[in-house]
């Protein structure tokens, strides 16, 4: 046995010193490559039912039955950000949020890899150019809190898609936008692009002192099953202002039509006339002290115009949170977040309206890398 090992060892040595010097060579990118992420894990507890599962996105039921405890690390996230340091850059993100969809559209229970961003830019002079994944040119101004859902369907509106764009940077201060992007962000459908038509989004962005202002705008078309016409409208305009060394007030006022693509009108849609119209915001207050804690508090509200939306027992025609979170910075790599939120839905049912509460309480752990 001792004799078989020694001739199967000299043997490998042997033809390892054979091969070309080639193939123990390791490849390297001829780009600089920044690899990024955060490690990130939440427990989460329901006093009643909200749909999105690990999402808090607006309240189904107020059944004590419906009470739901969860603890996820699919908020966990990695990147790459590409650069040849002059002209050409890239960025590849992902994380582990997506839902696999049967071929009738529906969401289903198995959670998948998910392209958050996959883009390429191009800079000449003042321009670049952007083709790929991306966030659409809603302002991108965010509640403090640790859900992933970020407030959506309770006056944040975000969301990313495939997109050509053309960004023109008049100065450090001033800068335009201009996009034409994907109409749907469902995957399955044919809903928005059997329209054959682009969503098109226009973004100016200004800067005063340390404060930002960002004015959005957004015009498409859906198309139903039916062939029906559904227009998408929105405007929406966003604010981060630093107030003191302590205080930082940011967020979005908007109003439109059909915005589900954007996280808006709590995900209802119209067509030929019909279309859901919608106002919304939010507001966050970031308090952040010297040392290792900081704290938000943030209230939202999505308000669908009542009138085009028909009673039944899924009909919801106002969505608000308010909700408030503690942040503390340990050993200066990890952040843990407590945070509580109010959710108040109401629904539309034909015997009148109800308003349907809930009580979320997170605590989340987040390694960035």
């Known amino acids: 046995m001792r004799k078989s090992a020694a001739v199967a060892v000299i043997s490998v040595l042997a033809l390892a010193s054979v091969l070309p010097l080639g193939a123990q060579e390791t490849a390297s990118s001829k780009y600089k490559v920044n690899f990024y992420g955060h490690i990130k894990s939440d427990v989460s507890y329901d006093v009643h039912g909200v749909t999105g599962d690990d999402y808090m996105q607006y309240v189904a039921s107020e059944a004590d039955a419906e009470k739901d405890f ?40 198995t959670s998948d890899l998910r392209i958050r961003h996959a883009y390429v830019t191009l800079k000449a002079g003042k321009f670049e150019i952007l083709a790929g994944q991306a966030w659409h040119l809603t302002p991108l101004e965010f509640s403090g809190t640790n859900n992933e859902f970020a407030m959506g369907y309770s006056g944040v509106l975000w969301y990313r898609a495939p997109q050509l764009r053309v960004t023109y940077k008049y100065n450090d201060k001033l800068s335009f936008a201009a996009a034409a992007v994907r109409p749907t962000r469902k995957l399955t459908d044919s809903e928005g692009t059997a329209s054959g038509l682009p969503q098109g989004q226009a973004q100016a962005q200004l800067k005063v002192g340390k404060a930002k202002f960002t004015l959005m705008g957004a015009l498409g078309e859906w198309r139903n099953a039916s062939w029906q016409r559904g227009e998408v409208q929105l405007v929406d305009f966003g604010y981060n202002i630093p107030l003191t060394s302590l205080f930082t007030l940011n967020g979005q006022v908007w ?24 106002s919304g915001g939010f507001a966050n207050l970031l308090i952040k002290p010297a040392g290792r804690f900081s704290y938000n508090l943030a209230y939202g509200v999505d308000n669908p115009v009542n009138s085009k939306i028909a009673a039944s027992a899924t009909a919801r ?53």
């Open 70 to 109: 969860r603890s996820s690390a699919r908020g966990t996230r990695f990147g790459l950000d590409i650069t040849d340091g002059d002209k050409v850059s890239g960025k590849i993100e992902t994380d582990f949020l997506g839902l696999s969809e049967s071929a009738g559209g529906t969401a289903g229970a």
């Open 255 to 278: 109003t439109g039509q059909n915005l589900y693509d954007f996280l808006g009108g709590i995900g209802n849609m119209g067509y030929e006339g019909a279309e859901v119209k919608a």
């Open 317 to 369: 025609t106002k969505n608000s949170t308010l909700l408030a979170n503690a942040n503390w910075l340990v050993y200066d790599k990890v952040t843990i977040t407590l945070e509580a939120a109010r959710q108040v839905t109401e629904y539309k049912l034909t015997t009148g309206y109800e308003d349907r509460d809930n009580l979320h309480y997170q605590l989340s752990f987040k390694f960035p890398f």
